[in-house]
């Protein structure tokens, strides 16, 4: 069953033709990575998917149900996170708010009971804060934990932003560069865990990403994408030598 | 030790903490027998313009949209007790009827804030408050225009709040609910959809905050509970007429939350402070200075203006930055870091910030 | 119609000024995205030192005017290089504020100086008291200088920065600061001069406004308009901020006179946020949104 599904998407940027015309689906339970060169469009696919943009064309289709034009907060309620490329966490905030605040699509209470801090508020804290500590118990973030992000490095903020969208418990997880401004052995703990929170949590993961080896190890199907457009669509070891991915990649 | 999360979620997290604060609340419970009319009527307003301050700070200091006119919705405060209690109401309706209008009055300034951010907000919110000072002096039939309001002694339920002990504890009630409010909301989804909505509006709403709603609750609660330090400054000073809510009340009110420290709630306690004991050094100071310069007026904007420009030149998180820089120090001596406290600095246009 | 065309002169008058002071805000702001609040507070201090330097110390009115400029050019260099250098780096809002305790210790300080004070001063030009005709037209020279005097000096600026180094260079900066650096462009020192030459634009608009307005130390809450005059501008546009202040003066001069009291004052404010609401970045705005 098809848990993504995207059909004619297009989108322009003044003037520039972003994306034209890509279609693809991403199948319930599967690893699916997006490949290309950068300015092939593969961010303003998630930027479309995040609902940051509206598309000029096509659709998208969710579990089923069309999202192309639904308001940007109600992506993460229906079973969507995502992170950033250039890392958009809570700067000022502490390692726990970030991942507490994934956990607000299910707040269930309002603004008069959160001022007087009522039992239902304190037992809903509660809960939230059991499934946070769990994703920073898988993440190994507990001595992160109280730390504010701002104080903290590249590589552990990285682990943060997955913590972060995992804290949601997503059905589909978004994954922009994961591996970017990581070295080897951290790119190693981040292609572990992608494969953990397919088979250990039964997350959808849709990635877009240029290191081709965590590619090759964590992908079951691998879209490549150039100026907007669908080159090839197969398994890893099709994708590597395929043509026109080499041609685009290599110019040759 | 902690041994569960309910125990992170107390009021008090460490045990020191209950300890220096009982006592904090001993002494203010004792003012009245520890000081003079004068004294109190200092202390009330402290209360007063900390409870602005707290307003302020949850919609500038904690979502980040900076509001230069919130005199504005302390005059809707103000007003609106001078008005009902005309008409003969007790405080105890007078008060929740200023929070009232004044929340309504900063949802509808929210609302088409909604579209606007950074300096267009700012300057909204200065435009707005102008127009508000112009309506309330032109609008005489119901504010009696330039020549003001006057307001008896505020009854609570038939109490007479006619001394300024009993001023004194109602102020100070006020703002420890205020402040208990506003601690509540910071431990709960709403307080940590508010920072998020400051420090990344995308990721925000890519996490499922409903920025719309953030923000205009922000606004909604930041112009109610200034709406109650109205009500409590209009009983203050028993005359209001627009000349007392101008842009520099707004300034000032920025001023708190600034030099108090953005971003913490004992910031609009301490800025409050700063604000009312200033001018007090002020006085002392025109007494030590030669007479040619002690008589000159504007010696107070002058102190304001650079003590606001030496804070944010040197100490960018306020008093209260100074405060935990101090028991920052004092926890963890001899190992303390100079540099815990230093700020990322950003360099590139458009990175925000 | 005759009323409607003179309340429409000195409300072009009057929009000159404000956009000169909305000018020298947006020269600022574009290059270094700094909003200074205090913009309204240097036009007062500028007006301040024509009165002294030619009432006060008796020079000749063109020298006094000259001498004024110069020494806001300095004030301007001078609050950049101790306010605002320090804070480079620091959230755009924390520099803000600094520009507002900027405009709150000027205005305090000025009705400290001796011969300032909070009275209210006449600066006197040779334009002051003499009437033009024009058809049947009245129009105080002192309107009339105030549009040609900001007509030339726009003119001047354009030129500067088309034709001179120094503002080519400026708006390299303005642009793109990493590229400017990286090209020889001293940029410190060129920020400097652009705080210098927004606070002479200042103090310019100051002097022309003097004859109308009268010098006192309130003279920045009319300066105060250069906010909405930006916003309608745009922002970033220099242009923009001139045709903002016109709009905003011949709108305020027609509410003045058409509209019942308390329209004129607040009429800036009103045109302000009418504009926002249909467009949330000002008339000739650029969105300008982070890529994410």
Known sequence: ?252 | MKTSYAHDLRLFRHRGDVVWYGALGLILLAAPLLTDDYGLAQLSFVCIYAIAGVGLMLLSGFTGLISLGHAAFLAAGAYTTAILEQQGLDFAIALPAAALVAGLLGVMVGLPALRLSGIYLTIATLAFAFIVEEVLTRWKGLTGGNAGMLLDDASLLGLAIDSEPRFYYLALGLLVLTMLAGINILRAPLGRAMIAVRDSETAAQAMGVNLAMVKTTAFGLSAALTGIAGALYAHKLTYISPEQFTIFVSIEFLLIVIIGGLGSLHGAVFGAIFVIVLPQLVLIARELLPAAIAGLPGLEAAAFGLALILFILFEPMGLYGMWAKLRHYGRTFPVYKKATFRRTKSFLKGEGG | ?292
Request: hydrophobic residues 55%; contains cysteine.
């Open chain 1, 1 to 252: 069953m098809a848990l993504l599904a995207a059909t004619a998407l297009a989108v322009s940027f003044g003037g520039i033709r972003a994306l034209d015309g890509v279609d693809f689906t991403v199948e319930d339970g599967e690893v699916f990575t997006i490949i290309g060169p950068n300015g092939a469009g593969k961010t303003t696919i998630f930027n479309l998917i995040s609902r940051i943009y509206d598309p000029e064309g096509g659709r998208i289709e969710f579990a089923g149900a069309e999202i192309t034009r639904l308001a940007p907060h109600r992506i993460a309620g229906l079973g969507v996170a995502r992170t950033f490329q250039n890392i958009e966490l809570f700067e000022t905030a502490s390692v726990l708010d970030n991942l507490m605040l994934a956990r607000h699509p299910h707040r269930r209470t309002g603004t008069l009971a959160e001022m007087l801090f009522t039992p239902k508020v304190q037992r809903q804290e509660i809960a939230m804060r059991e499934a946070v500590e769990r994703v920073i118990d898988f993440l190994e973030l507990a001595h992160h934990r109280d730390t504010r992000i701002a104080e903290l490095p590249y590589g552990v903020r990285k682990v943060v932003e997955l913590g972060r969208a995992l804290a949601a418990e997503p059905r589909l997880l978004l994954l922009d560069e994961p591996s970017s401004g990581l070295n080897v052995e951290e790119t190693q703990d981040m292609a572990f865990w992608i494969k953990d929170i397919q088979s250990g949590l039964g997350i959808t993961v849709l990635i877009i990403e240029h290191d081709m080896r965590l590619v090759a190890a964590v992908s079951d199907r691998v879209l490549a994408l150039n100026n907007g457009r669908v080159l090839a669509e197969g398994d890893p070891a099709e994708i590597q030598q395929h043509p026109e991915v080499i041609r685009a990649y290599l110019g040759g």
């Open chain 3, 1 to 292: 119609m005759v009323e409607f065309a003179q309340q429409v002169i000195s409300g072009v008058a009057i929009g000159c000024v404000y956009g000169l002071v909305a000018l020298g805000f947006v020269l600022v702001y574009k290059a270094t995205e700094v909003v200074n609040f205090a913009q309204g507070e240097l036009m007062m201090v500028g007006a301040f030192f024509a009165f002294t330097f030619t009432t006060l110390t008796g020079l000749s009115f063109w020298i006094g005017v000259g001498a004024a400029v110069a020494a806001m050019a300095a004030l301007g260099a001078l609050i950049d290089r101790i306010v605002i250098r320090p804070l480079v780096g620091q959230p755009a809002f924390a520099i803000f504020m600094a520009t507002v305790g900027i405009g709150l210790l000027a205005r305090s300080v000025a009705g400290m100086v001796p011969g300032w004070g909070f009275e209210t001063h006449a600066l006197v030009t040779p334009f002051s008291d003499r009437v033009v005709g024009l058809g049947t037209l009245t129009l105080s020279q002192e309107h009339l200088s105030i549009i040609v005097a900001t007509v030339l000096l726009v003119a001047l600026l354009a030129a500067f920065f088309r034709f001179s180094r120094l503002g080519v260079a400026m708006q390299a900066t303005s642009q793109n600061q990493l590229a400017a650096a990286y090209m020889g462009i001293p940029i410190k020192r060129v920020y400097m001069l652009i705080w210098a030459l927004s606070a002479a634009v200042a103090g310019f608009a100051g002097i022309l406004l003097a004859p109308i307005a009268f010098v006192h130390v309130n003279m920045g809450f009319i300066g105060l308009k250069a906010f909405p005059a930006a916003v309608l501008g745009g922002f970033g546009s220099i242009p923009g901020a001139i045709a903002g202040g016109l709009i905003i003066g011949v709108v305020e001069a027609l509410a003045g006179f058409y509209l019942p009291e308390g329209f004129k004052d607040v009429a800036a404010y009103v045109v302000l946020l009418a504009v926002l609401i249909v467009r949330p970045r000002g008339l000739f705005g650029v969105s300008t949104r982070r890529r994410v």
